[in-house]
């Protein structure tokens, strides 16, 4: 049976792609060729730190040239889409480089998704492989996905890595490692062509996925980590997020690969691991996300050991509010670089320049784009025409990272990119007189009761600095009066945790009107996390919707008694 291969396009014009190569902006090489320039150059570095201990340059491209001529052997070719779905392990990087050094295209997705989500990935990347876990934690990822291609046509391997037993039907990760490294002549691919896929759960009802080639990962990307390491000495990397995030996109390609640096990788995040690691291991940089690291500092309420202070802590993913950053830049001793980015191809962060990052009325700002990752305009959202200084619109950006186009999905590629080639992020903000980016709102990301529009992230901001909440999130639960009333969910600080009237007080004192305040409260002691390391919204709408007392007991417009 035949099957058609997917298409991955690219909706820049290509002399503006070239333009990026000529000015040095982007490297003009394939992953694993730089990769294996690294290794030439440092034989015995270290690359990856992790469970298992150390691994160094040369051993790690050795596996990596095993696993590749396995994968050869299995009929992988170039251009192939093969599904990765690991936790932060060397065996994660492993695949990454060795499909990288055969021309493939990596769709990794983190340990913990659903075999439906995955099911829906791998179907519409035509995926022909997916490299899976035989366990962790309760799954059994590797047994799943082959339950799953006896109705795929395309998929015709699956991978299984250890510790334990290969399920019946898969092929054996280690039998793989076996092959011969010296036969393998690694594929040559077109710098500018795909090299990974990112997911990326977004507003959409299926997870969106985004192509990314080597030069926006290596360069783009790249060029991204650079601005943060002020001396070029090569980093050593604590990743608190999953590899297979695209927050974590930023490891492998960037931090190996770019930068000969060092990985220093957590099978799953806990605040006492990451502290342990921070303190065995000392890294130059820190790369979580804002929930996290407030895990990591009530842990540090009871201790006066100092940390050793890395070069920056880089929090992204979810909004930073001002309380966070100054607790965190005093705990961890170094600047605090407040990221804001995407999948979807933007990036700006508050660099090196200031310990907290800088705040406006709104919050912690975006920082200054820079022109060698992502180009950043503000735009009409109607008719994507550039707006003056000062004026708010939707952010839009191009640039050295700027993905190829959505997976298998046209629609998207017509709804966020612009016909120049401009990605459409769906955030509202403005850029000041000295260029820095403000983010001030969603296009669409809103709560509407009784017609009247609320942003959750402007609320969580002003809750964020109450004295009593530890951390955060807001949501819209459903209402058949209102249509839907706006929830917090609660960690909070010390022991008894807020009522819902002194958050409303609070909120009247930071100048939040009244329709804005939230009408249920739910207090837990740590907020869920998505397998991509975010708060997970709909893990808490779906509790508080279970929860939620009966709406016809409540006065129009007034709040409802706590949901828990």
Same mark, same amino acid.
């Given at each position: 049976m035949t099957v058609d291969r997917l298409e991955l396009h690219d909706l820049l014009p290509r002399e503006l792609r070239?333009?990026?190569?000529?000015?040095?902006?982007?490297?003009?090489?394939?992953?694993?060729?730089?990769?294996?320039?690294r290794q030439i150059a440092n034989l015995h570095h270290t690359a990856v730190l992790d469970a298992k201990g150390t691994l160094c340059y040369t051993a790690l491209d050795r596996k990596v040239r095993c696993l590749a001529a396995g994968l050869r052997g299995l009929g992988i070719r170039p251009g192939d889409v093969v599904g990765v779905q690991l936790p932060n392990h060397r065996s994660a990087v492993i695949a990454d480089l060795a499909?990288?050094?055969?021309?493939?295209?990596?769709?990794?997705?983190?340990?913990?998704?659903?075999?439906?989500?995955?099911?829906?990935?791998?179907?519409?990347?035509?995926?022909?492989?997916?490299?899976?876990?035989?366990?962790?934690?309760?799954?059994?990822?590797?047994?799943?996905?082959?339950?799953?291609?006896?109705?795929?046509?395309?998929?015709?391997?699956?991978?299984?890595?250890?510790?334990?037993?290969?399920?019946?039907?898969?092929?054996?990760?280690?039998?793989?490692?076996?092959?011969?490294?010296?036969?393998?002549? @690694? &594929?040559?691919?077109?710098?500018?062509?795909?090299?990974?896929? +990112?997911?990326?759960?977004?507003? $959409? %009802?299926?997870? #969106?996925?985004?192509?990314?080639?080597?030069?926006?990962?290596?360069g783009g990307r790249g060029n991204f980590l650079a601005s943060l390491i002020p001396d070029g000495t090569p980093p050593r990397c604590l990743f608190l997020v999953p590899l297979a995030s695209a927050f974590g996109s930023n490891g492998t390609a960037v931090t190996l690969a770019r930068h000969g640096g060092t990985l220093v990788l957590l099978d799953r995040f806990t605040p006492d691991a990451a502290l342990t690691?921070?303190?065995?291991?000392?890294?130059?940089?820190?790369?979580?996300?804002?929930?996290?690291?407030?895990?990591?500092?009530?842990?540090?309420?009871?201790?006066?050991?100092?940390? @050793? &202070?890395?070069?920056?802590?880089?929090?992204?993913?979810?909004? +930073?509010?001002?309380?966070?950053? $100054? %607790?965190?830049? #005093?705990?961890?001793?170094?600047?605090?670089?407040?990221?804001?980015?995407?999948?979807?191809?933007?990036?700006?962060h508050t660099g090196l320049a200031h310990t907290v990052p800088p705040t406006d009325g709104a919050g912690v700002v975006a920082g200054r784009?820079?022109?060698?990752?992502?180009?950043?305009?503000?735009?009409?959202?109607?008719?994507?025409?550039?707006?003056?200084?000062?004026?708010?619109g939707e952010i839009i950006s191009r640039g050295p990272m700027t993905p190829l186009c959505y997976v298998a999905a046209p629609d998207l590629d017509a709804r966020y990119r612009t016909p120049d080639g401009w990605v459409r992020t769906g955030d509202l903000g403005y850029l000041d007189p000295d260029g820095v980016l403000h983010v001030v709102g969603r296009l669409k990301d809103i709560v509407i009761r009784g017609g009247a529009n609320?942003?959750?992230?402007?609320?969580?901001?002003?809750?964020?600095?109450?004295?009593?909440?530890?951390?955060?999130?807001?949501?819209?639960?459903?209402?058949?009066?209102?249509?839907?009333?706006?929830?917090?969910?609660?960690?909070?600080?010390?022991?008894?945790?807020?009522?819902?009237?002194?958050?409303?007080?609070?909120?009247?004192?930071?100048?939040?009107?009244?329709?804005?305040?939230?009408?249920?409260?739910?207090?837990v002691d740590v907020l869920p996390l998505t397998p991509a390391g975010k708060p997970d919204r709909a893990a808490l709408r779906e509790r508080l919707t279970e929860n939620r007392p009966s709406a016809s007991a409540a006065e129009p417009g007034l709040p409802l008694a706590q949901a828990g």
């Open positions: 070239r333009s990026w190569v000529v000015d040095g902006t982007c490297p003009d090489l394939d992953l694993y060729s730089l990769f294996r320039a499909l990288a050094a055969l021309g493939a295209v990596a769709l990794p997705f983190p340990v913990g998704r659903g075999v439906l989500e995955a099911e829906c990935l791998l179907r519409r990347a035509e995926a022909v492989a997916v490299i899976a876990s035989v366990a962790h934690k309760d799954f059994r990822h590797a047994a799943d996905l082959h339950a799953l291609s006896r109705t795929m046509p395309a998929l015709r391997h699956v991978v299984a890595v250890g510790p334990g037993t290969a399920p019946e039907g898969t092929v054996a990760w280690s039998e793989l490692l076996r092959s011969d490294p010296g036969a393998f002549v @690694p &594929a040559r691919p077109d710098p500018d062509g795909a090299a990974r896929i +990112l997911v990326s759960s977004g507003s $959409e %009802a299926e997870p #969106k996925m985004i192509a990314y080639s080597h030069n926006a990962l290596a690691a921070l303190r065995e291991h000392e890294p130059t940089h820190v790369l979580g996300v804002p929930t996290m690291i407030r895990m990591m500092l009530e842990r540090l309420d009871a201790t006066d050991e100092p940390l @050793p &202070a890395p070069t920056a802590l880089v929090l992204g993913g979810a909004p +930073l509010d001002e309380t966070t950053a $100054e %607790a965190a830049a #005093k705990a961890f001793g170094c600047p605090v670089v407040n990221l804001y980015g995407s999948a979807d191809g933007v990036n700006c784009p820079d022109p060698r990752v992502a180009e950043i305009r503000i735009a009409d959202p109607d008719t994507h025409a550039a707006l003056p200084d000062g004026n708010v609320i942003s959750p992230a402007e609320v969580e901001r002003e809750l964020s600095s109450h004295p009593r909440v530890r951390d955060v999130v807001c949501v819209g639960v459903p209402d058949p009066l209102m249509g839907e009333r706006l929830a917090a969910c609660v960690v909070p600080r010390g022991g008894r945790p807020p009522t819902l009237d002194e958050l409303g007080a609070h909120l009247t004192g930071r100048g939040l009107e009244r329709q804005k305040h939230p009408e249920h409260l739910l207090a």
